[in-house]
Every structure is written in structure tokens, then in C-alpha cells.
């Protein structure tokens, strides 16, 4: 089993920065891509990106290229979603997740998921 803890969320103006982090544990050896999903009250969860093991492969949503960037440290089993210029809409529950393929965009594909971190864009 894996466990994914998510940190870093909260409350932010419309146009300005949050730092999200993931930290895995437990079977960490096993996994390979780790990610991020979003979901806004009402809203279906909605792909946000995801990385490689090597973090040299990386898929992101056409909504958010430019502005967030996702990287992984797995001497610490952390992913990090690093978001610039955010938007109001954009305030949702983000989850981590993890997975033993290659990143995805789908979420069935993703075996592990964190409890989400609530992350809120006021304008």
C-alpha cells in the first residue's frame, strides 16, 4: 500500500502563488508516475498534471501550461505542484495521486490518492 499525504493548500488572491506538496509512504519503491487531480463543489475531478519517476516525462492540462509547474524530489517521495497566476475558478480540493504506469490523465488509472489539500482563490 501507499500512502499520499498532500500540504500546502489555502487561501490566495486571484493572480498570486500556492506551493502544493505530496509526500508518499509505504510502498514507495513501486511507484512511478504521481500527479495531481482537482475538484470544485458541483464539479467533475478534473486533471491537473502529472510526472514521471525520472520527472523527465511530464503531462499537464491544456488549462494550466504556463502557469504550474509540477516536480518530484524521490530522495523525499514528494511531488510538488508549484501554481503561479491563479484564477478563482481554480478554487477546488486538490488531490495527489500516484500510480505504477507511466503519468496519465485519467483518473481510474490512478491506484493512490490523498485525502486533498482545499486550495481557495478569492477575486
Known amino acids: 500500500q501507499v500512502q499520499l499525504a498532500e500540504s500546502g493548500g489555502g487561501l490566495v488572491q486571484a493572480g498570486g502563488s500556492l506551493r502544493l506538496s505530496c509526500t508518499a509512504s509505504?510502498?514507495?519503491?513501486?511507484?512511478?508516475?504521481m500527479g495531481w487531480f482537482r475538484q470544485a463543489p458541483g464539479k467533475e475531478r478534473e486533471f491537473v498534471g502529472a510526472?514521471?519517476?525520472?520527472?523527465?516525462?511530464?503531462l499537464y492540462a491544456d488549462s494550466v501550461k504556463g502557469r504550474f509547474t509540477i516536480s518530484r524530489d524521490n530522495t523525499k517521495y514528494t511531488v510538488y505542484l508549484q501554481m503561479n497566476t491563479l484564477k478563482p475558478e481554480e478554487t477546488a480540493l486538490y488531490y495527489c495521486v500516484a500510480r505504477y504506469g507511466t503519468p496519465s490523465s485519467i483518473p481510474r488509472d490512478y491506484a493512490y490518492w490523498g485525502q486533498g489539500t482545499q486550495v481557495t482563490v478569492s477575486s
Open positions: 509505504g510502498r514507495t519503491f513501486s511507484i512511478n508516475a
Open positions: 510526472i514521471s519517476r525520472s520527472g523527465g516525462s511530464t
